[in-house]
């Protein structure tokens, strides 16, 4: 079972930037390079939405449309985190961010596709 725990929310004006980081742990059975990883979002009221994803290994990245240009995912697979860095955020940006992971495959901007998720980090951007 892999635990994922976000960190790096926080409460910052439009135009600002903020890196989220996730840490995985519990990797008993598998290594953390053998997950493809993701960061979805999800603002109240509303369902949630696919931010990013990367592979395993090649670096193979993908990202939503209304997030395009502004973020970017990275991963240490040494150090089992994978980092979402967001610049020129918006208020629209507002929302609890979560870290996923899937351990079958692709990337996919599906939040079915990943069977482990950590418990969330809130971004508030404000005015």
């Known amino acids: 079972q892999v635990q994922l725990v976000e960190s790096g929310g926080g409460s910052v004006q439009a135009g600002d930037s903020l890196r989220l980081s996730c840490a995985a742990s519990g990797l008993t059975f598998s290594t953390f390079s053998s997950y493809v990883l993701g960061w979805f979002r999800q603002a109240p009221g509303k369902e949630r939405e696919f931010v990013a994803a990367?592979?395993?290994?090649?670096?193979?990245?993908d990202y939503g449309d209304s997030v395009k240009g502004r973020v970017a995912i990275s991963r240490d697979n040494a150090k089992n985190t994978v980092d979402l860095s967001m610049s020129s955020l918006k208020l629209e940006d507002t929302a609890i961010y979560y870290c996923a992971a899937n351990r079958w495959g692709q990337t996919s901007k599906r939040a079915s596709a990943y069977q482990f998720w950590g418990q969330g980090t809130k971004v508030t951007v404000s005015s």
């Open positions: 990367i592979s395993r290994n090649d670096g193979i990245t």
